[in-house]
């Protein structure tokens, strides 16, 4: 991210030193038999919301301990990490084999956010002890933090040696019910609460995820928040821990007011306050979203996300937010779009942002039967840096863009190269995700709304066709989907590398078969049925008339009819790839068309990176076989295939070939895929305004103007030029001028100036 210091951040630096937090603000509950009395009687008074009784006591320890062991866990409980670190160090100086001191160094690292350098230490204490339990438990931590599976694997290995362990049982809990899987987080808790109460320690962790396992079910008024207050008054992670499902439900408004609820409680409970500054921005709330961040980074200086996402506001003075109307006869009038685009961008970006976007909400009120009741705000960055920090802490989001309901935030156009990002089909994908998110209340599963986003972006989308990538292909020949009961799982904690891609995929096309076999009405049956709190089982028998086991059967039948030749001959496509990639690189032109021709009998929908097409088109433009060139990048655009250099090549040979209107539509195409190349925006308005079409012209020549081209004096003339061909002699006369004081000599300025004065 590009460095930036506003007025608010440069305060935040200046008193970062003073940044401490106070006895416990994040302080997690010991539940091993190891733990010193000195230590544990401190705890004891924490737990229990007695604040200053607990800070006394750390104190006490810091000051008149001469163990550096015990002067660290004090430091860390009084929240001065920097000294708990110094203290570590001296300790593992004068205890170097002890496997635990460097666990416990480990849960600092991990504590202030500093992950690799926990993973480090909980390696070293397995060097040391190969057994050591609390540093697998360590590890186990860092990967569910990491949304990874591999976290399940530490988990088993901890519980198969020690049934009783109780962080083993509450973070496979919490797995759990971040899966979904809300019975299964019962049943782990059920068990960790029974061995809490038999050895007396403090429930309040338990009490957290069984208030969430309620919220999970419908329950917000949970008995169990009730008793941890009356355990600890000032237990703000009561409210902190069930926002977090919210959260990973993305309900992010119920989600603010239980945040609201954990710092009126605790009001040092910086991780709260961070939480719920990312969840206000979420919601455009930007002033209180700064508000709390401050507050939270003066409590933890060490979180990135914080950080970054004060960052981010900051940079927002780079940015400009538009408003736009949209057209409706209803009384009141629709809901404007309000697009935040970087001031570089946003006179080039905005007719084209909000066009997509106004046609977009048309297409899914007609087919969804659901109108917006908000402004939708859309924003795009041109810095990907930016925009992750939009996604941060969400599991299985996309590289590309993400929705909080109303607000989308994406990379724009400039973010990634355009032959690996068509941002038109990612703002569509994003847009209906409004309409599920916001038709449910948020409550449609996450494969239902990522499925519905995907078989739109194939269906009604600016990219033709169904796009499946081959590590999808892979998956289906190993059986590696899942039933449409557990499909979330595989966006929430993935088990193999590409199981998220894969995830994607699978959703759109069970959506894609919804509609296909019971008609669009029954995806919209569907978010009716989600929007009652049904989960994905009794949607589909409500909706569909039939049980989700045979469902799948039935999907598994289709995906196998459609795509079994494909996955049969995977490896013969991927060697006719790679001979075709060969013969073009040594420039054999007729093998590599022989080869290519070859790959696209075996797999004719692959338009990604290396596709044949290309090789195809370009083989036969060496053999000076244009016409064949031409129609093989005719067949890579009507597959979806979108590399801005092929299709202009396609454009500039229709147009050669008097296919006038079709060379257009190709331009037009590449909109939405390189919406900031000068030369597209002068083509396109050439083309234009010599088929008769002046006012279009003009918008791409207003457009190629804002971008401030070299040849400024030639892009006024070009808008002077369509200006004069919609008899608007006034701003005919005014751009001819500005051309002509740029370039005095301008011969054909010259000539339209004298035209329109005679």
Same mark, same amino acid.
């Given at each position: ?30 539940? +091993? ?431 033709? +066709? ?78 569909? +008339? ?213």
């Amino acid at each position: 991210m590009a460095e930036r210091a506003g007025a608010m951040w440069k305060i935040l630096l200046a008193c970062g030193a003073l940044a401490a937090a106070a006895a416990g603000a994040a302080v997690p509950i010991e539940y +091993g038999s190891d733990r010193p009395e000195a230590l544990a009687a401190c705890d004891r008074s924490l737990h229990r919301g007695r604040q200053a009784e607990a800070q006394r006591c750390y104190n006490a320890l810091l000051t008149e301990s001469t163990d550096p062991r015990i002067q660290a866990e004090a430091a860390r409980a009084l929240g001065d990490a920097r000294g708990a670190n110094r203290y570590f160090q001296q300790a593992v100086q004068q205890y170097p084999e002890d496997a635990q001191l460097r666990t416990r160094w480990g849960e600092l690292f991990l504590q202030t956010h500093q992950d690799n350098e926990a993973v480090r230490l909980f390696q070293e204490a397995l060097e040391i002890d190969e057994g050591h339990l609390p540093a697998k438990l360590g590890l186990a931590k860092v990967s569910a933090g990491r949304f990874e599976d591999r976290a399940n694997m530490w988990l088993d290995e901890v519980l198969a040696a020690d049934r009783g362990n109780i962080p083993a049982r509450l973070l496979k809990a919490r797995m759990a019910l971040e899966e979904g899987d809300v019975d299964a987080g019962d049943r782990w808790l059920d068990e960790a609460l029974e061995l809490v109460e038999r050895r007396d320690l403090p429930p309040l962790e338990i009490y957290a995820l069984k208030a969430s396992v309620d919220l999970l079910r419908g329950i917000t008024d949970s008995e169990w928040t009730r008793r941890a207050l009356e355990y600890n008054p000032r237990y703000g992670e009561i409210y902190a821990t069930p926002a977090h499902f919210y959260v990973i439900t993305r309900r992010y408004r119920e989600a603010i007011e239980l945040l609201r609820k954990a710092v009126d409680t605790q009001p040092e409970l910086y991780s709260a306050h961070a939480e719920l500054g990312v969840n206000l921005l979420r919601e455009n709330r930007i002033e209180e979203a700064q508000r709390h961040l401050a507050v939270a980074y003066q409590g933890d200086p060490f979180s990135a996300q914080i950080v970054n996402t004060l960052r981010l506001i900051d940079s927002f003075e780079n940015f400009v937010v538009i408003t736009r109307e949209r057209e409706g006869t209803d009384e009141p009038a629709p809901p404007p779009v309000l697009m935040r685009l970087h001031r570089n961008e946003a006179p080039v970006l905005e007719e084209y942002v909000f066009d997509l976007v106004r046609r977009s909400i048309d297409t899914f009120s007609e087919r969804y039967g659901f109108e917006v009741r908000q402004p939708v705000v859309v924003e795009l960055y041109p810095e990907h840096d930016d925009f992750a920090v939009r996604t941060s802490g969400l599991p299985g989001i996309g590289l590309l863009g993400v929705t909080f309901g109303y607000l989308v935030a994406m990379d724009s156009p400039s973010g990634r190269s355009g032959s690996e990002f068509h941002w038109g089909t990612t703002l569509w994908h994003e847009m209906a995700h409004v309409f599920t998110l916001e038709a449910t209340n948020h409550l449609v599963p996450r494969w239902f709304s990522e499925g519905v986003s995907v078989h739109e972006e194939w269906a009604t989308g600016p990219l033709p +066709g169904r796009h499946l990538p081959v590590p999808f292909f892979e998956a289906l020949k190993e059986d590696l989907l899942l039933p449409v009961a557990d499909l979330d799982r595989g966006f929430i904690r993935p088990s193999y590398p590409a199981q998220v891609i894969v995830s994607y995929m699978q959703a759109g096309l069970t959506c894609e078969y919804i509609a296909e076999r019971w008609g669009q009405q029954a995806l919209e049956r569907m978010l009716q049925e989600f929007a009652k709190g049904a989960d994905t089982p009794g949607a589909i028998r409500a909706a569909l +008339g039939i049980e989700p086991e045979a469902f799948d059967e039935a999907f598994e039948e289709r995906v196998k009819t459609l795509f079994g030749s494909i996955v049969e001959n995977l490896e013969p496509w991927q060697n006719a790839q790679r001979r075709a990639h060969e013969a073009a690189s040594e420039r054999r032109w007729e093998d590599a068309l022989r080869a290519a021709d070859e790959a696209l009998a075996l797999f004719p929908d692959y338009v990604d990176e290396g596709s044949a097409y290309l090789i195809k088109a370009r083989a036969n433009i060496e053999l000076g076989r244009s016409a064949q060139a031409t129609a093989a990048l005719a067949e890579y655009r009507r597959r979806g295939g979108h590399d801005p250099e092929a299709l202009m090549r396609l454009a500039d040979a229709l147009r050669a070939g008097e296919d006038r209107a079709e060379a257009v539509a190709v331009l037009e195409d590449l909109l939405l895929v390189a919406p900031l190349d000068q030369d597209l925006h002068a083509k396109l308005g050439d083309w234009l305004l010599e088929d008769g079409d002046a006012e279009r012209a003009a918008r791409e020549y207003r457009t190629l103007l804002a971008m401030e081209p070299h040849d400024q004096a030639a892009a006024h003339f070009r808008l002077a030029r369509a200006y004069h061909a919609m008899n608007d002699l006034d701003r005919t006369r005014e751009h001819l001028l500005y051309a002509l004081e740029i370039a005095p000599h301008y011969r054909e300025a010259q000539d339209l100036l004298l035209e329109i004065v005679r």
